[in-house]
């Protein structure tokens, strides 16, 4: 198993940045595809984006196009989040997840999660 925990969140103005960050223990950070994942109060969660276990390959969905990159430091087994240009409609407590199988770009095989952390955009 992976243990996963999440740190960086917080309140932010629209427009604003703020970067995630995951850290892994347990089983070989670089075994795994790394994803974050979403869920706004009252909706359900969402797929943000993923990378792939050595980092040269990444997806995002649609909306965070452009705005938000996810990067990883296997020698620090620590997954980041980087996201600029903040909307209101980005609110929500943000997840990582471990994909053993590596699939970084479907969301259905993430099965390790970290507990989250909130992320506010104030309008």
């Known amino acids: 198993q992976v243990q996963l925990v999440e740190s960086g969140g917080g309140l932010v103005q629209a427009g604003g940045s703020l970067r995630l960050s995951c850290v892994a223990s347990?089983?070989?950070?670089?075994?795994?595809?790394m994803g974050w994942f979403r869920q706004a109060r009252g909706k359900e969660r969402e797929f943000v984006g993923g990378?792939?276990?050595?980092?040269?390959?990444?997806y995002y969905t649609d909306s965070v196009k452009g705005r938000f990159t996810i990067s990883r430091d296997n020698a620090k087994n620590t997954v980041y989040l980087q996201m600029n240009s903040l909307k209101p409609e980005d609110t929500a407590v943000y997840y990582c997840?471990?994909?053993?199988?590596?699939?970084?770009?479907?969301?259905?095989?993430?099965?390790?999660w970290g507990q989250g952390t909130q992320v506010t955009v104030s309008s």
């Open positions: 997840a471990a994909d053993e199988s590596g699939t970084f770009y479907s969301s259905r095989n993430y099965n390790y």
């Open positions: 347990g089983r070989t950070f670089g075994n795994y595809a």
């Open positions: 990378i792939s276990r050595i980092g040269r390959t990444t």
